[in-house]
């Protein structure tokens, strides 16, 4: 197992398409979290799944924003009707917890979206 | 939103000198951390110190929490080139959130 693995890395659109990125997470870790970071920024926080449930999400993910983890396994994030705005870099993180002890995140890449 | 405010933003440095970054946070934490990322890249997680440590060691990094101020630092001793980066600092809760609250980070820059 190499880490938390994103495709694509970059992605470019043009506004008003629809992406998809995809994140594959550690194997054993239950935990999976979706972050955006705009340049000059920190990461700020989208989404989390423990195992395939969608247990928190920010307000930040608009209706526009949808995120699923079927199975437990790799997660989806879907952005429909892209905005310039959108334009950002988007890390997934797992890890492995139980109840509020959580072990440490590992970020991925990250998938680099220019929205044209 | 960002709990987090590392000071300074910018920080240079000549090879082998030392590099002191400070976080400040707004509530109360679980665990802290400090991540490293390269321009363009993914984060690296450095170290984490839990609410009830107040000093952490990990190879050339030193981190202290100071949870009465609400602060942390992150020291790298003699630093090296690579050392280049941003570095960010992340809170968790025990607000029954699993999410990290990053701050906007600290650019190092190393000069060889």
């Known amino acids: 197992d190499t880490g938390v693995s994103q495709n694509p890395r970059h992605k470019i659109t043009k506004r008003g398409q629809n992406v998809t990125f995809r994140c594959d997470p550690i194997?054993?870790?239950?935990?999976l979290y979706w972050y955006r970071q705009t340049l000059g920024q920190g990461p700020e926080f989208l989404t989390y799944?423990?195992?395939?449930?969608?247990?928190?999400k920010s307000r930040l993910l608009s209706d526009r924003f949808s995120a699923e983890r079927p199975k437990g396994s790799f997660s989806t994030l879907e952005i429909q009707r892209t905005e310039q705005g959108d334009s950002a870099m988007y890390l997934c993180?797992?890890?492995?917890?139980?109840?509020?002890?959580?072990?440490?995140?590992?970020f991925g890449s990250g998938t680099r979206l220019t929205v044209v | 939103s960002q709990q987090g405010e590392e000071d300074p933003q910018a920080l240079s440095i000549q090879e082998g000198e030392n590099a002191t970054m400070n976080c400040s946070y707004k509530t109360s934490i679980n665990n802290l951390q400090w991540y490293r990322q390269n321009s363009g890249r993914g984060l690296v997680h450095l170290i984490l110190?839990?609410?009830?440590?107040r000093e952490k060691h990990s190879g050339r990094l030193r981190v202290t929490l100071d949870t009465s101020k609400k602060s942390s630092s992150l020291l790298i001793t003699a630093s090296r080139a690579a050392d280049t980066a941003s570095y960010f600092c992340a809170t968790d809760s025990w607000a029954g959130s699993y999410q990290l609250t990053f701050g906007k980070g600290t650019k190092l820059s190393v000069i060889p």
């Open positions: 194997s054993e870790h239950n935990r």
């Open positions: 110190i839990r609410s009830n440590e």
């Open positions: 799944f423990q195992n395939e449930a969608q247990l928190e």
């Open positions: 993180a797992s890890s492995s917890g139980q109840g509020v002890i959580n072990y440490g995140y590992t």
